[in-house]
């Protein structure tokens, strides 16, 4: 079973970079036709999804974020991570590491979600 968990700062002031790391147990970031997202919840909004980086290393970017978001990957430790910077209030969401198998968009496993607040 795999299990993912996000973690990282609940409260980022505008202008600065949200950071967060997905940890995940129950099978590698690496297994072949595995692919790995960041997708968020703002209030009253449906998901959005900002980017994923596949079980090779490659990365992709939603485009209307791309200028701000860079992920990354740490495959000892089994982890990815989100970079979003220049956050504005209008990146207060809950932010989901999930994983997709067999195509990127084939989502299987989901983190709990954690909140983010942008507030000064």
């Known amino acids: 079973q795999v299990q993912l968990q996000e973690s990282g700062p609940g409260l980022v002031k505008p202008s600065q970079t949200l950071s967060l790391t997905c940890s995940g147990s129950?099978?590698?970031?690496?297994?072949?036709?595995?692919?790995w997202s960041w997708i968020r919840q703002s209030p009253g909004k449906g998901l959005e999804w900002l980017g994923a980086?596949?079980?090779?290393?490659?990365?992709v970017y939603s485009p209307s974020l791309k200028s701000r978001t860079s992920i990354s990957w740490d495959t000892s430790k089994n982890q990815f991570s989100l970079q979003l910077s220049s956050v504005t209030p209008e990146d207060t969401a809950v932010y989901y590491c999930v994983r997709a198998s067999s195509t990127w968009w084939e989502y299987d496993y989901w983190g709990q979600g954690t909140q983010v607040t942008v507030s000064s």
């Open positions: 129950g099978g590698s970031i690496t297994t072949s036709y595995t692919y």
């Open positions: 980086i596949s079980y090779e290393g490659r990365i």
